[in-house]
T-cell receptor, first 112, second 108 residues
């Protein structure tokens, strides 16, 4: 069984569109994260939720909005997509803050 | 917020050789973790070392931590082609931060 899953795996879209990426974990973890990995492979944290509460909100454009309907899900909605948003977005979860993180397979977003 | 910084950025070795990667950080930590990322995949946790530990082993992996120098090293012994991947360190402090990774290539 997949521990952390993301959908879709690939996303190709036009500039200006709005899109969502979904993440689900079946590990019973309390903490979930969104990361962006750019073409240089640098992994940057974007958001973190603990028990559905936002605990990390890095300096990302407010076009990015996370939503956590329950502890097992953390979705990422992106408005008015721009070329620079093209990257691989990873979801991760951990039992608690600062503990071992389990990563999803990534969503490859390409904005044309 | 702090993050780990890996060194070197890229490393290429022959199968059977040992590979050493280093990580430096700036502020105090509770623990430091090493992760591996195969091309096109998510990160996989390898090993965690706590701030009161100096060395830890897991199979062919050996991690050291020097809190006085704020640095850690990951040694992979008897490397295999399958070890080809990017390796990241992550430090906590207030929250988890990753570096840019070391891209290891093991040639068969």
């Amino acid at each position: 069984d997949t521990a952390v899953s993301q959908t879709p795996k690939y996303l190709v879209t036009q500039m200006g569109n709005d899109k969502s990426i979904k993440c689900e974990q079946n590990l019973g973890h309390d903490t979930m994260y969104w990361y962006k990995q750019d073409s240089k492979k640098f992994l940057k944290i974007m958001f973190s939720y603990n028990n559905k509460e936002l605990i990390i909100n890095e300096t990302v454009p407010n076009r990015f909005s996370p939503k956590s309907p329950d502890k097992a899900h953390l979705n990422l909605h992106i408005n008015s997509l721009e070329l620079g948003d093209s990257a691989v977005y990873f979801c991760a979860s951990s039992r608690g803050v600062r503990e071992t993180q389990y990563f999803g397979p990534g969503t490859r977003l390409l904005v044309l | 917020s702090q993050q780990g910084e890996e060194d070197p950025q890229a490393l290429s070795i022959q199968e059977g050789e040992n590979a050493t990667m280093n990580c430096s950080y700036k502020t105090s930590i509770n623990n430091l973790q090493w992760y591996r990322q195969n091309s096109g995949r998510g990160l996989v946790h390898l090993i965690l070392i706590r701030s009161n530990e100096r060395e830890k082993h897991s199979g062919r992996l050996r991690v050291t931590l020097d809190t006085s120098k704020k640095s850690s090293s990951l040694l992979i012994t008897a490397s295999r082609a399958a070890d080809t991947a990017s390796y990241f360190c992550a430090t906590d402090g207030n929250d988890m931060r990753f570096g840019a990774g070391t891209r290891l290539t093991v040639k068969p």
